[in-house]
């Protein structure tokens, strides 16, 4: 099966600044890669994806980035928010069943 | 749109009695729909893959007497906790994909806590 790798697994950046995380995955035929954002107490919020025919995606401030060869992809936030305080969560398709990273708890510093 | 629902978002039962969450995409037909257990400070684990009309496929470890899924329609997808027990008490999430993609929306999720 799908193994997603997600690091770190906290991130504390300055008003401002830019956040990245990245995620590994193990299995080659994977080819839809979502990224979720998750507050406390509520279900994930799809944030941006990237299927494997793309090397890159962005929507405003935030963009994904995947290697197929490396079987990597990312997510960068530029000029954080207080409000993209929250835990972030990368995922991989497998058999038509999404395989998750262990989240990132990113805290933006006012 | 996609827009999925789940209710309710809270709820204490008492031990030894059953729990039914109810899990509804709202503006699109899902053909298919997952349920995940969430532990605090922790990943989605997934439970149970369900499509409309046929049994619901479980992941290993899973009981599936102890946590019946049912999805009579293309909109509407239910959790059933049967005979609930402290140890079931966590965040219950569920998801929703349309057609043949793995493109998943979430519910809300609910938080279940069994005295």
């Known amino acids: 099966g799908e193994n997603v790798e997600q690091h770190p697994s906290t991130l504390s950046v300055q008003e401002g600044d830019s956040a990245v995380i990245k995620c590994t995955y193990s299995?080659?035929?994977?080819?839809?890669f979502p990224w979720y954002k998750q507050e406390l107490g509520k279900g994930p919020q799809l944030i941006i994806d990237?299927?494997?025919?793309?090397g890159e995606k962005k929507d405003q401030r935030i963009a994904v980035t995947l290697n197929k060869t490396a079987k990597h992809f990312s997510l960068h936030i530029t000029e954080t928010q207080p409000e993209d305080s929250a835990v972030y969560f990368c995922?991989?398709?497998?058999?038509?069943?999404?395989?998750f990273g262990a989240g990132t708890t990113v805290t933006v510093r006012a | 749109g996609a827009v999925v629902s789940q209710h309710p978002s809270r709820v204490i039962c008492k031990s030894g009695t059953s729990v039914k969450i109810e899990c509804r995409s709202l503006?699109?037909?899902?053909?298919?729909m997952f349920w995940y257990r969430q532990f605090p400070k922790k990943s989605l684990m997934l439970m149970a893959t369900?499509?409309?009309?046929?049994?619901?496929?479980?992941e290993q470890g899973v009981e599936k007497d102890k946590f019946l899924i049912n999805h009579a329609s293309l909109t509407l997808s239910t959790l059933t906790v049967t005979s609930a027990h402290p140890e079931d008490s966590s965040f219950y999430i569920c998801?929703?994909?349309?057609?043949?993609?793995?493109?998943?929306?979430f519910g809300q999720g609910t938080r279940l806590t069994v005295v």
């Open positions: 369900s499509n409309e009309g046929s049994k619901a496929t479980y």
């Open positions: 503006d699109f037909q899902a053909t298919t």
């Open positions: 995922a991989a398709d497998n058999d038509y069943k999404l395989s």
């Open positions: 998801s929703a994909s349309r057609g043949s993609s793995t493109e998943a929306f």
């Open positions: 990237i299927r494997s025919n793309v």
């Open positions: 299995d080659s035929a994977s080819n839809y």
